[in-house]
């Protein structure tokens, strides 16, 4: 199976970056997406932004224009750079990648925005 490491998570003020790293490792071959889903207290995971193979992006409504995902094929690796945080983006962030169309997730990794 595919196994995913995060980092980069933390605390930071309001308008402040964060830059979160997810790589791939395992089993990768037929990975296609790779992206970002946040889960809030009482709220349901969602969709930050993804990212295909092919370099095709989507992005959340909520973070388009703040927040840019990329990734390295060579080192099976997504980011995402999250610039002009703001308090509601306070979540666990998940990495997520899909392979055959079935999604393999990361542990977590807590962003808290906060002055």
């Known amino acids: 199976q595919v196994q995913l490491v995060e980092s980069g998570g933390g605390l930071v003020q309001p308008g402040g970056s964060l830059r979160l790293s997810c790589a791939a490792s395992?089993?990768?071959?037929?990975?296609?997406?790779m992206g970002w889903y946040r889960q809030a207290p009482g709220k349901q995971r969602e969709l930050v932004a993804a990212i295909t193979s092919g370099g095709s992006r989507n992005y959340a409504d909520s973070v388009k224009g703040r927040f840019t995902i990329s990734r390295d094929n060579a080192k099976n690796t997504v980011y995402l750079q999250m610039n002009s945080l703001r308090t509601e983006d306070t979540a666990v962030y998940y990495c997520n990648v899909v392979k055959w169309g079935s999604d393999n997730w990361g542990q977590g990794t807590q962003v808290t925005v906060s002055s």
């Open positions: 395992g089993s990768i071959f037929g990975i296609n997406s």
